[in-house]
């Protein structure tokens, strides 16, 4: 029943997807051609972004790419465009030492990375005017772009493509058509644009690239990324606790990110109790509603914890009150990359 369903969504939506493949495929044709010009700014630009809608790892690698920087004593910023957010416009996020907006004004996202990095952070629609502006009032001298793949108005000096092994080791998958039948913002031969690409196989073993593909990233850096459980942090002492000590407890999983796979699968690998749990759209904005609901379902399931993602706790912490007497923690995690002192000469070398 669920084939025969959509299948006939597939034949419903694939007309729209024609014309949304046509329009991108011009607007990116009038780049090429000079038509549409890129804008410079005063600052490095890095992009990080991906060609499929949610899931691929982004935020892991921003972290990742900004910390670097900071590392080696480059004044670096983040902008966004902040999505899920109520406001409009370019709003400075984080001055480098404290948050200046709420999570609901600024985005999940943003406010979890300017959090953890401790770095200059904002949010602008139109990156150009965003990135001048953080420039201004600021002082960076390179900013990482968080999700800017598809948004060419604004020069970059090294853009970095993401991808999520299992998506690419889905073979003729509906998945992997343009929107609105599949996941991709673009076509596959967007893959031109990028200057590295980092396939991030997650907490999933190192997986062999069709012939397709690479053909597809023929003469590109591509690198292996992955994910690294540091363990999970009490929210209200910020503790770090090992997974091990997690090991047979019944737990109630809240989340709302776009692929859960790999946040479950890490806690089941290390034997945690995920039978109860709470799935959530995208980028979910909780309300006093959910967070009623997640009390109810806590206390009628006997559960010991709520175990969450980063992600979502930045937007669950506004919620301490009401949680007070449930134990939440999140999952933290790293982004680790194979040869990371190649892929990360071939990023200082382009910013410094």
Request: hydrophobic share 40%.
């Amino acid at each position: 029943m669920q084939k025969k369903y959509l299948k006939y969504l597939v034949e419903i939506l694939s007309p729209f997807a024609v014309p949304y493949s046509a329009i991108m495929g011009f607007r990116n044709f009038l780049f090429e051609k000079g038509l549409f010009s890129e804008e410079k700014v005063n600052a490095k630009v890095i992009s990080v972004g991906n060609l499929t809608v949610g899931g691929s790892g982004k935020t892991p690698a921003v972290v990742y790419v900004t910390k670097l920087l900071k590392k080696n004593n480059i004044k670096v910023g983040i902008l966004s465009r902040g999505y899920g957010r109520n406001s409009k416009g370019f709003k400075l996020v984080s001055d480098g030492e404290k948050l200046l907006l709420s999570v609901n004004k600024s985005g999940d996202e943003i406010v979890q990375v300017a959090t953890e990095c401790k770095v200059p952070a904002a949010v602008s629609e139109k990156r150009v005017l965003g990135a001048k502006k953080l420039i201004a009032e600021t002082g960076v001298e390179a900013i990482v772009l968080d999700d800017a793949y598809q948004h060419r108005w604004i020069a970059r000096d090294l853009n970095i493509l993401i991808f999520d092994q299992r998506f690419l080791m889905k073979r003729d998958s509906i998945e992997q058509k343009t929107l609105p039948v599949g996941r991709m913002r673009e076509s596959f031969s967007a893959i031109d644009r990028a200057d590295i690409i980092l396939i991030n196989r997650k907490f999933n073993a190192k997986r062999e690239l069709s012939k397709k593909f690479k053909g597809l990233m023929a003469n590109k850096q591509i690198h292996y990324g992955y994910y690294k459980s540091a363990g999970l942090i009490d929210v209200k002492n910020e503790q770090l606790y090992s997974l091990t000590e997690f090991k047979g407890q019944k737990s109630l999983v809240v989340c709302g990110i776009a692929r859960p796979f790999s946040f479950l699968k890490v806690l089941e690998d290390n034997n945690i109790d995920i039978k109860n749990r709470m799935l959530f759209k995208d980028h979910k904005e909780y309300s006093e509603k959910e967070v009623q609901q997640i009390r109810k379902t806590f206390y009628d399931t006997n559960s010991q914890s709520v175990i969450t993602t980063e992600k979502d706790f930045v937007k669950l912490k506004e919620f301490t009150k009401e949680l007070d007497d449930i134990d939440i923690y999140f999952l933290k995690i790293e982004l680790q990359v194979e040869d990371a002192d190649d892929f990360n000469n071939e990023i200082l070398k382009t910013i410094t």
